[in-house]
């Protein structure tokens, strides 16, 4: 069964017995994070994700993939992870379409820039995951708790009084089912950066989460730090010649 079919069968107050039963089992702490997460999936059942569960699991184990996911999402954030190169390889005729617009550029030149644009490819796929970090590090202590591993449908962070936050970095990211209400809850919305200019929305973050520490030169030095403390977070691919 589907974990939505889990939890609305069971009740809150059963489901949340079972998980504690099960994150025990697994030993891995309930109290905090984790159960605040999950309250809010039992609280209101249409926030459960729906890629959680199939038709050979019960009750148990549907609950059981989601602690679990929740944990391979802390586990892989940018401090601990170790990135990918890219599985496919450049298109040469890349480098001729750029050549023959820019004739002064030489092969070596021409080489430079494919590589740099893979590598900020490269940077552009862990930024959430940046930023997702710096917020759950930042916010945590007025208690906003990171849903990892994309645990509670359209919703990013869960305060500890029920209030539901997405994030998103550009202003023109997708967002569309985030906008959904139930039970009176609404889930607030925020984005880093406007996408037609370079204008910072972390005031109206700091104002929806009651703190003035964030901001985009604290967030550019965690990114150095975190890049400092754990190189293996960008994948640089053996061959780039910006080595």
Known sequence: MKLKEALEELGREKAIALGVQIASDLNIQWEG?????????????????????????????AIR??????RSGKDGRASQ????PPGTVSDPIIEKIIGARITALTPNDLIKINYA???????????????????AVNLEPNGWHCAWGETVKSVDFVHEDGRLLQIKNRSNSENSSSSAIRHGTQIEKWFRIKADRIEYM??????????????EDSFVS??????????????????????
């Not at 605040?36 to 184990?61: L, Q, Y």
């Not at 992870?81 to 990918?84: D, E, I």
């Not at 893979?118 to 995951?129: C, D, Q, T, V």
Request: hydrophobic residues 40%; negative net charge; proline residues 3%.
């Open 117 to 135: 644009h893979r590598l900020g490819m490269s940077a552009e796929n862990i930024l959430g995951l940046i930023l997702e970090e710096y917020l």
């Open 202 to 215: 972390w005031e109206s973050l700091n104002g929806i989460c009651g703190t003035t520490t964030l901001s």
């Open 33 to 61: 994070s984790l159960a605040i997460v999950f309250n809010a999936i039992v609280n209101d059942f249409e926030r459960a994700p729906g890629n959680i569960g199939g038709k050979n699991d019960d009750h148990s184990s």
């Open 65 to 70: 993939k989601w602690i679990l996911k929740y």
């Open 81 to 84: 992870r170790v990135s990918n």
């Open 222 to 243: 965690f990114v150095q730090s975190t890049l400092a403390s754990n190189p293996s977070c960008l994948a640089v691919e053996k061959e780039n010649p910006w080595l």
